[in-house]
């Protein structure tokens, strides 16, 4: 079985205030096919969950 496939095309809500360590871990999900959706604070991220229409993990 391949196990690399398991979370692609799956949504990540992720908050992070510094710019550097959004974009390694961004880069870094979407090469496991993992859809990112980026909030800059806490406060930015509940919004963002609160308004999706897609199912966030």
Not at 25 to 46: H, M, R
């Amino acid at each position: 079985m391949n196990n690399n496939k398991i979370l692609e095309n799956t949504t990540v809500l992720y908050a992070e205030d510094e710019d550097a360590i959004q974009n390694g871990i961004t880069e870094t999900l979407n090469l496991f096919g993992i859809n990112v959706i980026c909030a800059k604070n806490g406060e930015e991220g509940v919004s963002f969950f609160k308004s999706s229409k897609k199912k966030l993990i």
